[in-house]
């Protein structure tokens, strides 16, 4: 691999539990690192801020396996810093990464939505030490990792902890989420979010896979999901926010559905009304924002 130069590994971060930490991608994205007797386990890569094999590596040397929960551009940014990446074959189609120029953009509307919870005047500002000119890199240079297939229902032994992979689409088509048998969490990447978009697979299909999930929920005591826009860094998600997704998915097959107009978590106005592709269908229940593509 390429040498990833005096990128920054000053990621924020908490150590959830012993072996187990969230990764900040500042304010941008949440990545996951599971630690097990031999192996270790990051879970997604971000938007390709910093040196974040370096940061892991300042955690752990064990070998490393990285899996992605999606292939969006907030998701697989820093894949090209690794050997070898597990994703979902039907998101294999997806860059990695995108171009700059949109991971640029992304970044800063992410990182202000992040941060709207703080509120005036810290969402105007960066707070972290880094430098989006600098941080931000095309990886043109380095090769594309090799990419292995998850599939449902896969399991990965890490030495005296095991992780489940379940399908999950919805938010892509191959969105998948991890189940931390051992210690008892849930890793949703994007399947689980207060503000959520969907329409990757039918309502039908990404109900009875959120529904599937929720089945599971005697096995995992908390969800953690891909990023920290309603929770604090490290906590899990409320109880409400699956349960909420999964309401509004019943009202909308059941045709109790109203589109209404909200506040945009992206800094400004945006009109939330019924309508094709690109302007998206937009839900509220509760604090959950759904948004979904469709005619």
């Not at 910093?50 to 990285?66: C, F, H, N, S, W």
């Not at 990886?139 to 594309?144: K, L, M, Q, T």
Request: hydrophobic share 40%; net charge negative; glycine share 10%.
């Amino acid at each position: 691999m390429a040498g990833t130069g005096a990128l920054t590994k000053l990621y924020p971060m908490v150590q959830i539990k012993k072996g187990t930490w969230e990764i900040d991608e500042f304010d941008v994205a949440s990545m996951f690192l599971l630690e097990g007797a031999e192996r270790a386990m990051l879970i997604d890569t971000g938007m390709g801020i910093g040196d974040l094999r370096g940061a892991v590596e300042m955690i752990t040397d064990k070998p490393l396996i990285v899996v992605h929960s999606h292939g969006h551009i907030d998701h697989t940014g820093n894949a090209r810093q690794f050997d070898e990446v597990w994703i979902h074959p039907a998101d294999r189609n997806m860059p990695m990464p995108d171009a700059l120029e949109r991971r640029r953009r992304d970044t800063e509307c992410i990182a202000q939505r992040q941060k709207g919870s703080i509120g005036a005047p810290y969402n105007l500002f960066n707070l972290y030490p880094y430098d989006i000119d600098t941080d931000l890199r095309d990886p043109a240079d380095r090769p594309v990792p090799a990419i292995r297939d998850l599939y449902d229902g896969q399991r990965f032994d890490l030495g005296g902890r095991t992780v489940a992979v379940y399908e999950c689409p919805g938010h892509t088509a191959g969105e998948v989420v991890f189940l931390d048998e051992t210690e008892r969490m849930l890793f949703a990447g994007d399947a689980v979010n207060f503000n959520l978009l969907l329409g990757a697979a039918p309502p039908e299909v990404t109900l009875e896979a959120l529904k599937r999930i929720r089945g599971l929920a005697d096995r995992y005591d908390g969800i953690w999901n891909g990023h920290h826009d309603f929770r604090a860094l490290g906590a899990p998600l409320d109880g409400d926010c699956l349960e909420n997704i999964i309401a509004i998915l019943e009202d909308v097959l059941a045709g109790r559905a109203s589109f209404c107009e909200c506040p945009s978590f992206w800094g400004q106005p945006l009109p939330l009304r019924r309508g094709p592709r690109p302007q998206p269908n937009c839900l509220r229940r509760g604090r959950n924002f759904v948004q979904f593509y469709g005619d």
